[in-house]
C-alpha cells in the first residue's frame, strides 16, 4: 500500500459539513481530580449515537462515495466499533454491509453489529487481521472501506481536532488510544494546521503496544500480544501504509497497564458519571499517571460500548489480568 499523506485542513473542514446530522458534536468537560499532574479534559466520544468516535470517519467516507461505487453493497473488518459506525451509515443509504470480525469481539459490539442490520462474517484473530492488511477478503463483494488508512476516514476523524480547538484554543497535549492510528493521525492534522506547537500523544495498552515498539526500532514490526478486556487498541502491528503518518505526526507513545486502565474507567463512573471502554479510558489512564506532561491535556474518550458484565467486576475491583479472557 501506498503511505497516506496527511489530512489537509480543507479536507477536514469539507467533513464538518458532510456529517453534520450524522455524527453530534460531543462535549469536552473538564475532570477534576485531586494532586493530577495536569488540568484534564475529557472529548467525550462515548456520547455519540453507536458510542464511539468511529462514526466521524463512516458518515464522510460514505458521503464521499458516489452511488454506482456503493450499489454492490460495502464490507469492512471490525472489532465492533467502526462496524457499529459503517453500519449505521450504511442503514441510512440502503446499502448492504457486511463485517469481517475477530473471533474476541466483545458481545455487546456484536449485538450492536446484528441490530444495525449489518451481516457478520467471524474469523480467527490472524485472519482478521489479514484483512486490514491486505484491504480484501477471498469471496466477499462489494466496495472494501478500510477502518484506519483510508483519507476520507482519517479527515472524518480529524474534526474532532476542530472541536477541541474551538472549545480549548490553547490546549498542550491531546492524548489519544491507539488502534490503528487513524484516529491519532486525524486529529493531529487538524492540529497541525491550526495549532502546530501542541502535541498528539498516543496511548497503548502493556498487552500489545505496536507504536511504542516501531518508535523504539526504527520501523514496524510485529509484536506479541497478549488478549485482554482492551479490544479497540492494541493489534499485531502497525500497518504499512499507515506508519510514516504515525511517525511524523505523533509526538510519542504512553503505555498504560491494565490495572491503570481499569482504575481510569472506575474514576470516570464514579466522578463524571461517564462510561468508557478500555480503550475509551487509555488515554485518562495515560494522564492520571503523568505521562502526558503538564499543561492542559485533552483525553479522547474514544467509546463506551463495554460489555456490562465486565464492567461490573471492574467496579466490583476484579483482578484486570483475568478480565476478558
Wanted: with cysteine; net charge negative.
Amino acid at each position: 500500500m501506498k503511505p497516506l499523506e496527511t489530512a489537509s485542513i480543507e479536507e477536514i473542514h469539507s467533513a464538518r459539513g458532510r456529517i453534520a446530522g450524522i455524527a453530534i458534536r460531543t462535549p469536552l468537560v473538564e475532570l477534576h481530580v485531586e494532586n493530577a499532574p495536569a488540568r484534564i479534559y475529557l472529548k467525550l466520544e462515548n456520547l455519540q449515537p453507536i458510542g464511539s468516535f468511529k462514526l466521524r470517519g463512516a458518515g464522510n467516507v460514505i458521503g464521499k462515495t458516489d452511488s454506482a461505487s456503493l450499489a454492490e453493497g460495502i464490507y469492512t473488518a471490525s472489532a465492533g466499533n467502526w462496524a457499529q459506525g459503517l453500519a449505521w451509515c450504511a442503514r441510512r443509504q440502503g446499502i448492504r454491509c457486511q463485517v469481517i470480525v475477530p473471533e474476541s469481539a466483545p458481545r455487546t459490539k456484536r449485538a450492536a453489529i446484528a441490530r444495525l442490520g449489518a451481516q457478520e462474517i467471524v474469523v480467527p484473530f490472524e485472519e482478521w487481521w489479514a484483512v486490514l492488511r491486505d484491504h480484501s477478503h477471498p469471496g466477499t463483494t462489494g466496495r472494501f472501506i478500510h477502518p484506519v488508512s483510508d483519507p476520507d476516514v482519517i479527515a472524518g476523524n480529524g474534526t474532532i481536532g476542530l472541536e477541541i480547538l474551538e472549545d480549548l484554543p490553547d490546549v498542550d497535549t491531546v492524548v489519544v488510544p491507539f488502534g490503528g492510528g487513524g484516529l491519532s493521525t486525524g486529529i493531529a492534522s487538524a492540529l497541525r494546521a491550526l495549532r502546530p506547537e501542541a502535541r498528539v500523544l498516543a496511548c497503548e495498552v502493556e498487552t500489545a503496544a505496536p507504536l511504542a515498539a516501531a518508535l523504539q526500532f526504527g520501523a514496524p514490526r510485529a509484536i506479541e500480544r497478549r488478549p485482554s478486556f482492551v479490544d479497540g487498541i492494541g493489534g499485531g502491528g502497525i500497518l504499512e501504509e499507515m506508519w510514516p503518518l504515525a511517525r511524523d505526526l505523533l509526538a510519542g507513545s504512553a503505555v498504560v497497564t491494565l490495572a491503570e486502565i481499569t482504575d481510569a474507567i472506575r474514576l470516570l463512573v464514579e466522578r463524571v458519571h461517564v462510561v468508557a471502554e478500555g480503550a475509551g479510558a487509555a488515554s485518562v489512564a495515560a494522564a492520571l499517571a503523568g505521562r502526558a506532561g503538564g499543561g492542559k491535556i485533552v483525553c479522547v474518550i474514544s467509546g463506551g460500548n463495554i460489555d456490562t458484565p465486565i464492567l461490573a467486576r471492574i467496579l466490583e475491583g476484579a483482578d484486570p489480568d483475568f478480565l476478558g479472557r
